[in-house]
Nanobody, 120 residues
Framework: VDLVESGGGSVQAGGSLRLSCAAT?????MAWFRQVPGKEREGLAT???????NYRDSVKGRFTISRDNSKNTLYLEMNSLKPEDTAMYYC??????????????????WGEGTQVTVSS
């Protein structure tokens, strides 16, 4: 599966952004991760093809993951953004049934990333 993210940018703290990830197929599990230089990639949220979602505690209530299977597109709505949300954001896809955000291991397809910068 090929993945292309879009929607990143610069925003002030408290603002919102909506990321999109265009895929060439509709895999069972899709996820959003982010990474800051020098740190490990961290998972944020997952969604199955049927719409079951799971979130990292630090983004629960602020971020919403969704997908449109008819368009093969994944979304991440981000609200109440904080400077610590600044990172490169990646979408990921996995064909297996293990749909978790705690590790990148189950995901075999990754996009190139889109930068999100939140200023205070």
């Amino acid at each position: 599966v090929d993945l292309v993210e879009s929607g990143g940018g610069s925003v002030q703290a408290g603002g919102s952004l909506r990321l999109s990830c265009a895929a060439t197929a509709s895999p069972y599990c899709m996820a959003w991760f982010r990474q800051v230089p020098g740190k490990e990639r961290e998972g944020l949220a997952t969604i199955t093809r049927s719409g079951t979602t799971n979130y990292r505690d630090s983004v629960k209530g602020r971020f919403t993951i969704s997908r449109d299977n008819s368009k093969n597109t994944l979304y991440l709505e981000m609200n109440s953004l904080k400077p610590e949300d600044t990172a490169m954001y990646y979408c990921a896809a996995g064909q297996g049934r293990r749909c978790v955000w705690q590790t990148p291991a189950p995901y075999d397809s990754w996009g190139e990333g889109t930068q999100v910068t939140v200023s205070s």
